[in-house]
């Protein structure tokens, strides 16, 4: 029986003596009941301690008081009663802190300890239930009733002692702790009650639970109490056998393997092969050796060898540690690539792969011409190059790459929203790695790449950190020369790095990031320029992809306007380039077929091939209506034209707009309503006109969301058109912002809407008169191929939108 009360007699065999009064054996003891049935005994509070009947437990006392009754106890040949103590930190219980159930007992030999305290060996004899404490000094008596268990046994109790008995006979076998003739003695015991108290006694039990097992006097109760903790014992011990097995199993197959490796590597050393692990190791030391290095680096490297080699082959960390110093030796720290500063060269270079663009090429040329004057006091530049999708903006840095003779690299940026993907994860972590940034200047394998950062516009964040703010250090050049990534946790030098990032828009980007950025626009083509570009560009490189160069296969420039106009609708030229594919598919398909094939591609042949027009060519209204006005706005795609439509009913002065619009546009509607309502005598307007009639303003393909200031001037001409019954020009489009003065402010885009508009056929453009700085970046063949209109005043765009009554 095991305990942590218990004292083991043989341990200490010298410490064993009779203590004088306890000569004689005291374990016959009986005590006899007064006339109203009570016993007073000494009393002996336990602390962590139930001593069942019939137990015998040794009880170890310290206190001066437990002394003294135990000494009473001897002197006049009296039992003591015992009850464990409900907080066993408390020196000197009182009436509230000791159980009201204990035991009668009778005292033995006792035993001094090695701490000079006194070890009394006790028999438990019978349940009592103390009624009252009569004495407290100087030992405490107490007042106790017999409590007499029920003799008759149940229906279920033999059932019970079963049960218990083969649960207890599980548990012995799976404590380590626990005597193997527990069990024995156990199914030797042919009364319920014992049984119980047996058990109880000999499992390691909380108090709590003891104690409530000795005030169960029924013995059928106490052993329908002790199936139920049993079975949670075996619950426990079952798991903790499972747990010790597997470790078990994983100590010894770890043991093995390190036994087979230390086999291995004698017999390594035997033919003369060398330990594996060491031969790493001095691999690892020359690489370090041989590789340039900064101070930090060389010596942050050098200090986690050493940690390498104190460890043992089979360590967790020796993986981590080996992959931690492979990338400082991957990475480009001093390495570079010597520029071509030949501004000739790269001119020729930036020309010959794309058509257009002067203005990121002319930037690109000045910092190669400041580049090979003042090499050591020129910064690379940090560009954002924006525009709508397909206009070549990812393309362009390849040339650039290309002209300055260094290496490119991409990475995308779109949908990114964890900030490790940029500064990278700290070792703590299984499967750490360094940010994008670190493994693309690996790749590189120099510390001067053009590094282009791809749909920086589209950027998330959660959660996890905002990427955006990562790149604040990365695309700063007075911070990016001591970039500190997460993972190396050393200074990485960025200085040298040519950044270029792209974009479609700028709104979405911070204006933290923006500031550090030089934004250079790249607008939607003209239709000059996608011929020029199909021509010198995308035709010889898909009929190179579909293995037609030597078929001899031609477009003809109608041809190819026909594509432009009727198939393709879009500010870029990536449309445009899978049509063309889609041309040369169905040519080389009847060329493997050994059919007649056209080498000369007519609109007639475009036709065929690609089906019925997508795209009308000419986009605008097929005659000038009343209360309708073309305007034109600012797409992620480039630009377009919309129409806006003016109707009026009888009603009662009130507006209703549709077509999705933003709060933006409503106000502008509301603006040029009040406007025109201003106006209405010089417009010739009847006032009672605004009071009797309801105005609907819509703007078609209602699907769209639709907002901005830009299409104020477009709303007040519809509106104008619609109550003067004047009709509006068809051929012309408008943009700019209204005041309630009829001021028109300038507005954004410029270059987008009119490209738009002069696709749709549109001859006269009304812009704002402060747009005309605008309008001078337009390419002069636009300008030239159609009328502009710049307008300070409302009336002034009235004026030329507007036809008089017998015009119409």
């Known amino acids: 029986m095991t305990h942590k009360n218990e004292f083991d007699f043989a341990q200490y065999p010298d410490f064993l003596e009779t203590v004088p009064g306890l000569e004689n054996d005291l374990f016959e003891i009986q005590s006899i009941p007064d006339e109203d049935g009570y016993i007073d005994c000494p009393f002996l509070p336990l602390r962590d301690i139930v001593l069942f009947p019939q ?86 008596r107490a007042r106790a009733r017999f409590i007499y268990e029920p003799i008759e046994w149940q229906r279920n109790t033999e059932a019970l002692m079963r049960a218990v008995i083969t649960l207890f006979e599980k548990v012995v076998e799976l404590n380590r702790h626990m005597p193997e003739d527990a069990y024995t003695f156990a199914i030797n015991i042919d009364e319920p009650g014992w049984l119980a108290d047996f058990v109880a006694a000999t499992l ?82 020359e690489a370090i050796a041989k590789k340039e290095l900064p101070d930090a680096v060389r010596a942050k490297a050098e200090k986690e060898i050493a940690r390498l080699n104190a460890m043992p082959p089979m360590s967790p960390e020796v993986g981590i540690i080996r992959t931690y110093l492979d990338w400082i030796v991957d990475l480009p720290w001093i390495e570079r690539s010597e520029d071509n500063l030949d501004v000739t060269h790269a001119s020729k270079t930036l020309e010959a792969d794309h058509y257009g663009l002067e203005k990121a090429k002319d930037r690109i040329l000045e910092f190669i011409a400041v580049k090979k004057i003042a090499a050591d006091k020129m910064r690379s530049p940090i560009l954002c190059f924006v525009g709508p999708p397909g206009t070549g903006k990812t393309s ?109 828009v700028l709104y979405t980007i911070p204006p933290a990031l923006q500031d550090r950025m030089e934004v250079i626009e790249f607008s939607g083509y003209l239709e000059e320029e996608k011929l020029e570009i199909a021509r010198r560009f995308l035709i010889p490189q898909q009929l190179d992809h579909h293995g037609l160069s030597d078929v001899g296969v031609k477009f003809e420039t109608e041809a190819l306007r026909t594509i432009i106009h009727q198939y393709t609708h879009e500010a870029g030229v990536r449309n445009l380039e899978r049509e063309i594919a889609n041309v040369c598919r169905k040519v080389a398909r009847a060329v493997a077929e050994n059919k007649r094939f056209a080498k000369r591609i007519t609109p007639r042949h475009v036709d065929e091939m690609l089906g019925a027009p997508r795209f ?21 795609a480039g630009g377009d034209i ?48 605004f009071e009797k009639l309801d105005i609907h303003i819509h703007l078609p393909e209602g699907a769209v969301p639709k907002d901005g200031p830009s299409a104020g001037v477009t ?60 309008w001078r970046e337009i390419p002069k063949k636009l300008r030239d191929d159609m009328t502009f209109v710049f307008a300070e005043r409302a009336a002034q765009v009235l004026d030329a939108a507007l036809l008089e009554k017998n015009e119409a």
Request: proline letters at 3%.
């Open 55 to 140: 137990m015998v437990m040794p009880l170890f006392v310290g206190r001066e008081r437990s002394l003294a009754a135990i000494q009473a106890a001897v002197r006049n040949g009296e039992n003591l009663i015992v009850s464990a103590q409900k907080d066993s930190g408390i020196l000197a219980p009182g009436v509230g802190d000791i159980y009201a159930v204990g035991t009668e007992i009778t005292i033995g030999k006792a035993l001094r300890m090695p701490d000079d305290s006194n070890s009394v060996l006790g028999q438990g004899r019978q349940r009592v239930e103390i009624v009252e404490f009569t004495q407290w000094d100087p030992y405490i």
């Open 204 to 285: 390691n039990l909380p108090l709590e639970t003891r104690q409530d097992m000795l005030e169960t006097v029924d013995p059928t109760a106490r052993l329908q109490k002790m199936s139920i903790a049993l079975a949670k014992e075996l619950d426990v011990l079952e798991l903790e056998d499972k747990i010790h097995s597997q470790v078990q199993q994983e100590v010894e197959q770890s043991q093995r393997e390190h036994f087979l490796r230390e086999q291995m590597r004698v017999i390594q050393g035997e033919l003369g092969e060398g330990d594996i692990f060491t031969k790493e190791l001095h691999e690892l030391r």
């Open 396 to 504: 362009i840095g390849r040339s650039i790459a290309k002209a300055l003779g260094r290496e490119f690299i991409r990475i995308s940026l779109g949908g990114v929203r964890d900030e490790a993907e940029i500064r990278g994860h700290r070792r703590t972590y299984i499967g750490a790695l360094p940010g994008r940034i670190i493994q693309a200047m690996r790749r590189a394998g120099t510390n001067n790449p053009l590094f282009m950062l791809d749909e920086i516009d589209k950027l998330g964040q959660d959660f996890r950190g905002d990427p955006a703010a990562a790149l604040l250090e990365v695309l700063d050049p007075e911070q990016n020369n001591t970039f500190a990534d997460h993972y190396l946790d050393l200074d990485f030098d960025l200085s040298q790095v040519m950044f270029v990032t792209t974009a479609n």
């Open 616 to 636: 009308s060519q000419e986009m605008l209204q097929e005659q000038d209506e009343v209360g309708v006005a073309t305007g034109a706005a600012w797409t992620m």
């Open 642 to 689: 919309m129409f806006i439509e003016v109707n009026l009913m009888p009603g009662k002065g009130s507006l209703l707009l549709t077509g999705q619009l933003g709060d933006v546009m409503q106000e502008s509607a509301q603006a040029a309503l009040s406007y025109i309502r201003s106006r209405a005598d010089t417009l010739g307007i009847d006032n009672e006109a």
């Open 715 to 774: 709303l007040a001409t519809a509106l104008a058109s619609a109550f003067t019954n004047r009709p509006v020009r068809r051929d012309v489009s408008m943009t700019g912002e209204i005041t309630l003065r009829g001021r028109v402010l300038p507005v954004g885009g410029v270059r987008e809407k009119v490209l738009a508009a002069r696709r749709a056929g549109v001859k006269t453009f009304i812009l704002p008169k402060k747009n005309e700085s605008d």
